[in-house]
């Protein structure tokens, strides 16, 4: 039997912590927006669309680590490979899709260096979490046929 080690948990702590301050930051986000106005160069016809952009991949965002705590679950359980996380998989590259599209748009509008490299990391995120979909997939065979034949 596969033993639990300090780091699944430590790792299913971030995930679950990140996870309720995201949902704390989205909602947070306009009201945040309002106040670094004062600080930064930008004016307050940026503030709305900035705060759109923000709290859509904001919940996209939260998506994720939702599905991430729910494969935590079945690792945890020693059970990793099932087809609920070869969907969750495809869930989560999705999500990482649509985030990479929503900043993709942004920089049509107002280029910055940093939406591009954003867009970059999360059009690679989604293109790594549908490789490991795969992966998955057959291993998730792999056992099956395996349980079988014993």
């Known amino acids: 039997m596969y033993k639990n080690s300090l780091v699944h948990h430590l790792a299913k702590l971030t995930v679950d912590v990140m996870f309720y301050g995201g949902i704390v930051c989205c909602f947070l986000v306009v009201f945040l927006a309002k106040l670094t106005r004062g600080y930064a160069w930008y004016g307050e016809e940026v503030v709305l669309p900035f705060s759109v952009i923000l709290f859509l991949t904001g919940v ?25 996380n070869v969907s969750s998989f495809r869930r989560m590259a999705v ?18 260096l940093a939406t591009a490299v954003i867009m970059i990391v999360f059009g690679i995120a989604a293109l790594f979490c549908l490789t490991l979909k795969d992966i998955f997939k057959q291993a998730v065979y792999y056992k099956e046929e395996h349980d079988l034949t014993v």
């Open 60 to 84: 996209c965002a939260v998506y994720i680590l939702f599905v991430l705590k729910q494969m935590f679950k079945t690792l945890l359980g020693g059970n990793p490979f099932v087809m609920r």
């Open 95 to 112: 999500a990482s899709l649509l985030i990479a599209v929503i900043y993709l748009v942004k920089c049509l509008f107002w280029f910055t």
